[in-house]
């Protein structure tokens, strides 16, 4: 299995700092034959479903803020919030679709400091 | 809008076999633009994928639950639905449903809608 592993686990971040997540990957989720990045990232609050926010490790999904993005190659990704707001508190994954079993990283709450 | 929406008994007993069903609505499980699939999340855990079908009716699953596991499909009623035999407390998690998408190659690829979640305990 590909092992996706985030980090830190947990951060407090001040209303309108900047926000970095990384998540590494045991395996590279690049898929050389049409250079797509197999790699998601989702949003979950709580009482809510989860939420995708960006896929192909840099693509955000219809919809969300632009302060969100997504980077990374091979085995080492990065979701930034450029200007962290209230309504940004959650537990952020990451996942792969390279190969099956799709795996998720283990999570990384945000709060607000 | 998309939506999923999980439902089935929120107590199991250890041995029996736990049964979920996702009905979706706004959009035809069976236009085969999507597959349909089955997360979970124990408490203070990780999410782990369990298993995903395709509107063929063909099936893949995570190797930690194949032996246990039966995703099916009912397109008279927009829906699918999970079967776990033999649970014990390990089991006891929170099940989602989700729907995912296909890569242009016809791979399949992310999740793009969640439905909310239900919680399932195993106890006797």
């Known amino acids: 299995d590909i092992v996706m592993a985030q980090s830190p686990d947990s951060l407090a971040v001040s209303l309108g700092e900047r926000t970095t997540i990384n998540c590494k990957s045991s395996q590279s989720v690049l898929y050389r034959s049409n250079n797509k990045t197999y790699l998601a990232w989702y949003q979950h609050k709580p009482g809510q479903p989860p939420k995708l926010l960006i896929y192909?490790?840099?693509t955000r999904d219809s919809g969300v803020p632009d302060r969100f993005s997504g980077s990374g190659s091979g085995t080492d990704f990065t979701l930034t919030i450029s200007s962290l707001q209230a309504e940004d508190v959650a537990i952020y994954y990451c996942?792969?679709?390279?190969?099956?079993?799709?795996?998720f990283g283990q999570g990384t709450r945000v709060e607000i400091k | 809008q998309v939506h999923l929406q999980e439902s089935g008994p929120g107590l199991v007993e250890p041995s029996q076999t736990l049964s979920l069903t996702c009905t979706v609505s706004g959009g035809s499980i069976s236009s085969g633009s999507h597959y349909w699939s089955w997360i979970r999340q124990p408490a203070g855990r990780g999410l782990e994928w369990i298993g995903h079908i395709y509107i063929s009716g063909s099936t893949n699953y995570n190797p930690s639950l194949k032996s246990r596991v039966t995703i099916s499909v009912d397109t008279s009623k927009n829906s699918f639905s999970l079967r776990l035999n033999s649970v014990t407390a390990a089991d006891t998690a929170v099940y989602y449903c989700?729907?995912?998408?296909?890569?242009?190659?016809?791979?399949?690829?992310?999740?793009?809608?969640w439905g909310q979640g239900t919680l399932v305990t195993v106890s006797s």
């Open positions: 989700a729907r995912g998408v296909y890569d242009s190659g016809g791979y399949p690829a992310n999740f793009d809608y």
């Open positions: 996942q792969q679709y390279y190969h099956a079993p799709w795996t």
């Open positions: 192909w490790a840099s």
